[in-house]
């Protein structure tokens, strides 16, 4: 590859925003049906042990997908948290996912909280989320964003027990907005510390980042980890889970490490 050629193409990979690289991206095949998913996931349910789980279910069980998921259940008083760090924090990612609620028995009053949160953050505290999908105990979801943080979108989203639920959260904790390609083929772009999600291939809306402005991180470049985390005192918990993938979302003016291996001759 001649010089002209390689400084321009770094030049246009500079410039576009929307390159992403993978971080994380798992269906769980590879797993052994009736156990707890190994490292790199970190499993929290020692404080409530033969009341919750988090377990390696297979078919009819994981009507999140197809193939092995997570049976997530919350029966005891500590919360349960299925986690994953990144290997470096990050400007932007998006982050995707699929459910099935497989109890809808409950009253409202307990959820799950689908998170991207700060280095060493628990899913289930909102001290250190960003973006949050909660999935209550009783067949519907909600989005959040904001400081205070506010609904996105329908303030409760009805979800079906054995229904599958496909979410996409592009999250930006940068200083510019951050062009993506929607799950649709699309090519839009997230504000600065902002949030937009997407179920099932439809917009939902999106907002500031919880914690507003720059986000609970007070800066850039605090996007750590994501994961799955009741509160404490949450209850009557039971959803499946499947095909988690975290990609990288460059900023305006970087370039991934990989570029220019991607070029060819």
Do not use: H
């Amino acid at each position: 590859m001649n010089k002209i050629k390689l400084i321009t193409m770094a030049i246009l990979l500079a410039a576009f925003s929307g390159y992403s690289a993978t971080i994380i991206d798992d269906n769980f095949d590879s797993y052994t049906i009736g156990s707890q998913p190994p490292a790199p996931w970190i499993c929290n349910i020692a404080n409530n042990p033969g009341v919750s789980s988090l377990t390696v279910i297979g078919s009819p069980t994981n009507t999140a997908g197809t193939g092995s998921g997570i049976e997530y259940v919350d029966n005891g008083p500590l919360g349960v948290r299925l986690e994953q760090d990144f290997s470096a924090p990050q400007y932007a990612i998006r982050f995707d996912f699929s459910f099935s609620p497989l109890r809808v028995d409950g009253i409202l009053g307990n959820y799950i909280n689908a998170a991207v949160v700060t280095a060493g953050g628990s899913s289930g505290s909102s001290a250190n989320r960003f973006a949050t999908l909660r999935l209550y105990d009783n067949g519907t979801a909600r989005f959040q964003a904001g400081s205070a943080p506010t609904a996105i979108g329908a303030t409760y989203i009805p979800v079906a027990v054995g229904t599958a639920y496909k979410v996409s959260f592009f999250v930006n904790d940068s200083v510019a907005p951050v062009a993506y390609i929607d799950p649709n083929g699309g090519s839009t772009n997230v504000p600065a510390d902002s949030v937009a999600y997407w179920m099932d291939n439809v917009y939902i809306g999106g907002g500031l980042l919880q914690g507003g402005g720059t986000g609970i991180s007070a800066g850039t470049n605090g996007l750590a980890r994501v994961g799955f985390g009741a509160t404490t005192t949450a209850v009557g918990l039971r959803y499946a889970i499947d095909n988690v993938k975290v990609s990288q979302i460059l900023p305006p003016g970087t370039s991934g490490s990989l570029s220019l291996y991607l070029l060819g001759e």
